[in-house]
């Protein structure tokens, strides 16, 4: 089974401060995690994901996360906050795979928000 | 192009109706899939498709739940006998399934929020 774990439901950085939002999985088979962002009234974007090559994965608009097998972490950083990075965050992990088959299994979110 | 495109965008019914909730998948995209996000909570699966068949619907959370995708297109989220504790934003997804499963991203579209009074 699969599960995740986003410690923070709501994050509140400076413009220009660093982004940390924490991500936490549970899988029983090698993962895929996936970062998402999801702005008001707008469906999910993929910013990132990690599909088992490199263990740093830049994604877009500066976002990176880095997978720790150790740790069993994936947490989502961007050096330099902007005010439109205000959204909701969504880690996922993927669930069994066959074919082309690949149901996503969603934390509970964190809430970013940034101010001047 | 065009992405994932679902109507009605905004749904209020009340309680014990049966609503319909529609989704066009991008062109050409093979695989589908639903979920639901409550208030305050991530996106939790519903069911997938994969062509005109619902290959994992293991998410439904119970028989008023039901999907079709009777050409392997567009899909349609059936649900009889609304209750409150059905009012979420219905989210569907589209992939292609070509090539390495890893290259397969999901996109989403922009959500029906179901309000039942």
């Known amino acids: 089974a699969q599960s995740v774990t986003q410690l923070g439901s709501h994050v509140s950085v400076s413009e220009g401060a660093l982004v940390l939002l924490r991500c936490n999985y549970s899988?029983?088979?090698?993962?895929?995690l996936f970062w998402y962002v999801q702005y008001p009234n707008q469906g999910l974007q993929l910013l990132l994901k990690?599909?088992?090559?490199?263990?740093l994965v830049k994604g877009i608009n500066g976002f990176e996360a880095e997978f720790k097998k150790s740790e069993t972490s994936f947490h989502l950083t961007k050096p330099s906050a902007h005010m439109s990075d205000a959204a909701e965050y969504f880690c996922?992990?993927?669930?069994?795979?066959?074919?082309?088959?690949?149901?996503?299994?969603f934390g509970a979110g964190t809430r970013l928000a940034v101010h001047p | 192009g065009a992405g994932v495109s679902q109507t009605p965008s905004n749904k209020v019914t009340e309680k014990g109706k049966y609503v319909e909730l529609r989704c066009d998948p991008i062109?050409?995209?093979?695989?589908l899939y639903w979920y639901r996000q409550s208030l305050g909570q991530g996106p939790e699966f519903l069911i997938y498709?994969?062509?005109?068949?619902?290959?994992?619907d293991s998410g439904l959370p119970n028989d008023r739940f039901f999907a079709v995708r009777p050409e392997g297109s567009v899909s349609t989220l059936k649900i009889q006998r609304t209750e409150r504790g059905d009012s979420a934003v219905y989210l569907c997804?589209?992939?292609?399934?070509?090539?390495?499963?890893?290259?397969?991203?999901?996109?989403f579209g922009p959500g029906t929020r179901l309000t039942v009074l």
């Open positions: 997804a589209s992939s292609l399934t070509r090539g390495a499963l890893k290259n397969n991203e999901q996109f």
């Open positions: 062109s050409g995209h093979t695989a």
């Open positions: 996922a992990v993927s669930g069994v795979r066959t074919g082309g088959y690949n149901k996503l299994i």
């Open positions: 498709f994969q062509g005109t068949g619902a290959a994992d």
């Open positions: 990690y599909t088992s090559a490199a263990t």
């Open positions: 899988s029983s088979v090698p993962p895929y």
